[in-house]
């Protein structure tokens, strides 16, 4: 995927030329950060940032902190054991594993091991997820959002920042005007986050392949 180049400062301005809101009579650059903010948030949920990366288990066990992976959201594969110099094939999928968190401390606990665990030392590979960041956006160095994706988060947003500011209205015709605006901008964004969802779902596989498939001679004896 392109990653966007877009900021902050770019989609702001967006928002204040979509709003006609140039002069700041109503969105203060503040509440349409929020805007934003808020809506890269249902964002992210809907659609993370994918990563991949290996780590050196800092000491025995099958729970293993993953303190050097910020703002982790979820963990979607595991290898061990593993060795990044190698080119073992088919890897070692670890089947069953689970992610909690202690005191926001997240630990990688590896439920369906036959025996052996990992020793400290040892590398594990490993495929996560992250939130979202807009360049700027609380000093977001840069842009996580595919192009793509960006007139989304735009709608969003706009969605957001109405909803925002209808209660500050002086009339209540021009508020639920605007309430009936941002329903509709979120309820469209809405349905594009559900679609985001499934499309995700879709195209998660696993990671070398399916494997073959059982005829009716075969017997399986593998574990789920």
């Known amino acids: 995927e392109t990653m966007s180049s877009i ?95 202690d005191d926001n401390r997240p630990i990688l606990f590896l439920t369906d091991l036959a025996g052996a665990e990992p020793a400290s030392g040892d590398e594990i590979r490993i495929w996560y997820t992250v939130p979202r960041q807009i360049s700027e956006l609380d000093e977001a160095a840069a842009t996580t959002i595919p192009s793509h994706h960006i007139q989304l988060l735009q709608m969003g947003a706009s969605g957001y920042a109405a909803m925002f500011a209808a209660s500050n209205l002086l009339t209540e015709r021009d508020a639920e005007a605007l309430r009936k605006w941002a329903y509709a901008r979120m309820a469209d964004f809405r349905l594009s986050l559900d679609q985001l969802r499934g499309a995700e779902v879709r195209m998660r596989g696993e990671p070398y392949g399916r494997g073959w498939q059982l005829d009716k001679w075969d017997e399986n004896t593998s574990r789920p």
């Open 7 to 101: 900021t902050l400062s770019i989609l702001r301005a967006r928002l204040e030329r979509l709003l006609d809101d140039l002069a700041h009579d109503i969105w203060t650059a503040t509440v349409l950060e929020d805007a934003i903010r808020t809506a890269l948030e249902s964002y992210s949920n809907a659609c993370p940032c994918a990563k991949e990366t290996y780590i050196v288990t800092p000491g025995a066990g099958r729970e293993i902190a993953l303190d050097e992976l910020t703002d982790l959201m979820s963990v979607s594969r595991v290898w061990w054991p593993y060795d990044s110099l190698s080119t073992t094939w088919p890897p070692n999928r670890v089947r069953g594993f689970e992610l909690y968190f």
